[in-house]
């Protein structure tokens, strides 16, 4: 459904492209309450802990945008336009699972310097990179080509 009705797109907090968006502003059910579930500072590094329970190699990239008020809705321009460094990992940006297992997996963000906001939506993907596709090259491969997305997100505030 992602790639071959939704031309791989899917909703900024993981709800189908195509279909309800429970997680997100304005009239998503569990986006409703607003509810900000923690505090930083501009310019702060902190540690992201995301639990796997299906490894399917690829990487993380985590994004964030400010809302104009409380309920207002975010774009993925604009988390486009906030990727958050990683540390850790051979990418700036992505952090890459250094292994198969399962289980927790950090890493450190920072935040940009100079985004201050009452609500930020703090959004995560999981790019996988385990089924067989065509390369930028031609070639073919596993982890090249169209693959699963996963996403999720938070509503954190910078001071």
């Given amino acids: 459904v992602q790639y071959g ?3 791989g797109k899917c909703g900024i907090c ?14 998503g059910i569990y986006a409703k309450n607003a509810l ?5 500072k501009m310019g702060q590094s902190f540690i992201i802990a995301v639990e796997v329970t299906a490894n399917h190699n690829g990487y993380f990239e985590f994004k964030i945008c400010p809302a104009t008020n409380s309920t207002a809705e975010v774009t993925q321009e604009c988390l486009d336009n906030h990727v958050l ?4 990992s051979k990418n700036a940006y992505r952090f890459y699972l250094p292994n198969t297992n399962t ?3 950090e890493t450190l963000v920072t935040l ?5 906001c009452k609500r930020c939506v ?3 993907t999981y790019k996988t990179a385990n089924s067989w596709g065509i390369c930028e090259d ?7 080509g169209n693959q699963e997305m996963f996403r999720s997100c938070a509503d954190i505030s910078i001071v």
Avoid at 85 to 88: D, F, H, K, L, R
Avoid at 138 to 144: K, L, M, S
């Fill in 5 to 7: 009705i939704n031309g």
């Fill in 14 to 27: 993981g709800d189908p492209w195509n279909g309800l968006r429970k997680n997100e502003f304005p009239n």
């Fill in 36 to 40: 900000i579930v923690r505090e930083y």
């Fill in 85 to 88: 460094p990683v540390y850790g």
């Fill in 103 to 105: 289980g927790i997996f």
């Fill in 112 to 116: 940009p310097p100079n985004l201050k």
């Fill in 122 to 124: 703090l959004q995560w």
């Fill in 138 to 144: 031609g070639t073919q491969a596993i982890g090249c």
